[in-house]
């Protein structure tokens, strides 16, 4: 018999995410590599929005969104690591067209 597979739907503000990059060794923009063990105070993440719950009102699936890392729950999908935090906890979102943003571009 095989298991019987479920829709996830996220409930009122919350929003689920996955992290792009995985936290480890990086590169500053003058190509001086940072290695995983060095520790950042305060350091926000990209992610990628995979499910709303029906209050969201600025993030749509697909939008990236910065966080703090100590704010969010883990949870675990089909081998896949993801993300739930409540929409408030967003700290802002990557649009494609200019609206009424910073002029910075990822």
């Given at each position: ?45 990209w992610a990628k929005v995979c499910g709303i719950g029906h209050h969201v009102r600025t993030v749509k699936v697909g939008d990236r969104v910065l ?40």
């Open positions: 018999m095989s298991e019987a597979k479920f829709e996830v739907q996220m409930l009122h503000d919350r929003v689920m995410l996955r992290v792009e990059q995985e936290p480890g060794e990086r590169r500053s923009s003058g190509g001086i590599v940072i290695p995983a063990t060095v520790q950042q105070a305060q350091r926000l993440v966080f703090h890392p100590d704010d969010q729950f883990e949870v675990e999908i089909q081998g896949q690591d993801y993300l739930v935090m409540r929409e408030r906890d967003l700290h802002a979102v990557a649009k494609e067209g200019p609206e009424h943003g910073t002029g910075l571009y990822l």
